[in-house]
T-cell receptor, first 110, second 115 residues
């Protein structure tokens, strides 16, 4: 399983963009990069995933480095509801399980 | 609400007692996962099912833990002879298919406290 490194915590102001980095230098060529987040007192929820190309959805954007050893989750305009723990998870093609690390705790200030 | 439900939401038990948790996945999802999360840590994988077959169990899952998914629908996780170290949030998730890009939908969890 690929190891990930994420900052323990980050802060943002409401309505400003947030860039959450993740290093996954041991990722294999077939691993997808998934991002989940966990709001307080809730189960994790899917945010976005990608393989090689940058990806956008209604929640966020995912920028993947060309060598795939790092990625960045981008929240374009942070809201108070985005305060959560964000997990970056390389996920192998032959396994269904998610291997969570410590994640990044994002605080959003009004 | 993701569509995955878990029951009970909270369970307090005394050390040595047996407990059972239930998870109802989204109906058309054939994969079901169990995770455990302790305070301040990310969830840890315990086991998963594809339909009724249990395909993988973590080494974290001691002999006191057993999971079933009869008929490939709901699942139960039983802990026998509970210990204080079993206190945690037990999370269930389901997904439609097995491919590595399919998202998992998590339930709200069952919080277990062992006194």
């Amino acid at each position: 399983d690929a190891k990930t490194t994420q900052p323990n915590s980050m802060e943002s102001n409401e309505e400003e963009p947030v860039h959450l980095p993740c290093n996954h230098s041991t990722i294999s060529g077939t691993d997808y990069i998934h991002w989940y987040r966990q709001l307080p007192s809730q189960g994790p929820e899917y945010v976005i995933h990608g393989l090689t190309s940058n990806v956008n959805n209604r929640m966020a954007s995912l920028a993947i480095a060309e060598d795939r050893k790092s990625s960045t989750l981008i929240l374009h305009r942070a809201t108070l509801r985005d305060a959560a723990v964000y997990y970056c998870i390389p996920r192998g093609s032959n396994t269904g399980k998610l291997i969570f690390g410590q994640g990044t705790t994002l605080q959003v200030k009004p | 609400d993701t569509g995955v439900s878990q029951d009970p939401r909270h369970k307090i038990t005394k050390r040595g007692q047996n407990v059972t948790f239930r998870c109802d996945p989204i109906s058309e999802h054939n994969r079901l996962y169990w995770y455990r999360q302790t305070l301040g840590q990310g969830p840890e994988f315990l086991t998963y099912f594809q339909n009724e077959a249990q395909l993988e169990k973590s080494r974290l899952l001691s002999d006191r833990f057993s999971a079933e998914r009869p008929k490939g629908s709901f699942s139960t996780l039983e802990i026998q002879r509970t210990e204080q170290g079993d206190s945690a949030m037990y999370l269930c998730a389901s997904s439609r298919m097995w491919r590595s890009y399919n998202e998992q939908f998590f339930g709200p969890g069952t919080r277990l406290t062992v006194l």
